[in-house]
């Protein structure tokens, strides 16, 4: 049976029929801190990642997204037009939340091919 104890004494309240006992912090040990169980939030981030345009030839959007795509972290990947014939991909990822993991993913993504360009962060909220 775990023992049940009390951080402040002096909080303790009592009504006139001694039927309620409130207590301001209660502890029973042998339980977790419920601040343990939450270790890390998450975030949504939405990418504009730009393809720069090769010297001859067209740059190779589907083959670029469909390796973005293949990430464990894109949620959704799509291809859309940004002017003059030139395109976007716009990435939508859940990433953990922490020191240096969105730009381990930006790393990541500027890796896949030399062609990769800008890549801009649109949207970010947390889940």
């Known amino acids: 049976m775990p023992r049940v104890w009390r951080s402040d004494r002096s909080k303790r309240e009592m009504s ?5 006992v409130r207590l301001s912090r209660m502890h029973v040990r042998g339980t977790l801190n419920p601040l343990e169980l939450f270790n890390m939030g998450h975030v ?12 001859e030839g067209r740059p190779d959007y589907e083959g ?11 949620q959704a990947c799509e291809i859309k037009p940004l002017a003059f014939g030139m395109m976007f991909i716009e990435v939508q990822a859940v990433l953990g939340e ?3 993991i969105v730009d381990g993913f930006e790393n ?4 896949i091919d ?7 962060a649109l949207e970010m909220g947390r889940l």
Do not use: L
Not at 16 to 20: A, C, E, H, M, R
Not at 44 to 55: A, G, L, S
Not at 108 to 111: D, F, I, L, S
């Open 64 to 74: 670029i997204a469909s390796t973005i795509s293949s990430m464990t972290e894109v």
């Open 108 to 111: 990541a993504v500027r890796a």
């Open 44 to 55: 949504v981030v939405k990418y504009k990642v730009t393809i720069d345009q090769p010297e």
């Open 114 to 120: 030399d062609n990769v360009g800008q890549i801009e």
């Open 16 to 20: 006139s029929s001694g039927s309620q």
């Open 98 to 100: 922490g020191e240096g």
